[in-house]
């Protein structure tokens, strides 16, 4: 028998798990399974604390943060960290692997902490200001201008070192192109 909340529910999940898989595709960088895990996860909890997600002044700040703690959460796994397999996977060849911008970024995204990642998804992905994101992410606002500073300028760094190595520069991957999605402005 489906009672009231399970119709409020429901009705939330159609309307906004689309954005959720999007926003934790960026959060893991690209991996799209561990990205529908961590829905999941965040689904989960709302359900189970759908009457304080109701109550809360802003429900889809309310539901990110909770997202950003279950990347959190997932990364602070033991099992996460070994993984043992009988066989090496084959290396891609530069000849038959193609590496698009789109995979560069996702690369340079993984090789950032979870908590920066975040920090610079909510500033530049959701648009939020540093205010809202230190919120979300509970911390300060200092803590956010200078988690996004450090990643941006991590970011910058590999996206010109990998355009560097190749003989012609990628399209979209030099700083100055970079820069409209990810400002290099000072925050």
């Known amino acids: ?28 960088a690209g991996d799209r399974h561990l990205a529908e895990d ?39 796994r033991p099992w996460r960290r070994e993984h043992s397999t009988p066989d090496l996977p084959e290396p891609v060849s530069p000849e038959t692997g193609s590496s698009t911008a789109a995979d560069q970024l996702n690369q340079a995204l993984r090789e950032l902490p979870p908590r920066m990642r975040a ?5 530049y992905f959701h648009d939020l200001s540093v205010a809202d994101t230190a919120e979300a992410l509970g911390c300060t606002q200092g803590t956010v201008k200078s988690q996004t500073a450090r990643a941006l300028d991590r970011l910058r760094l590999v996206l ?28």
Do not use: I
């Not at 028998?1 to 893991?28: G, I, P, W």
């Open 1 to 28: 028998m489906k009672t009231v909340r399970d119709e409020q529910f429901r009705s939330y999940v159609l309307d906004r798990r689309v954005e959720l898989v999007r926003t934790a595709t960026l959060l893991t």
């Open 38 to 76: 961590l829905v999941q996860s965040t689904l989960t909890q709302l359900y189970l604390a759908w009457p304080a997600f109701q109550r809360a002044r802003n429900p889809n700040a309310y539901a990110r943060r909770a997202l950003v703690n279950a990347l959190v959460d997932e990364k602070r």
């Open 119 to 123: 920090a610079l998804v909510l500033r």
């Open 160 to 187: 010109d070192c990998t355009a560097d190595d190749q003989d012609a520069p990628a399209p979209g991957l030099r700083p100055t192109s970079f820069s409209p999605v990810l400002p290099a402005t000072n925050l």
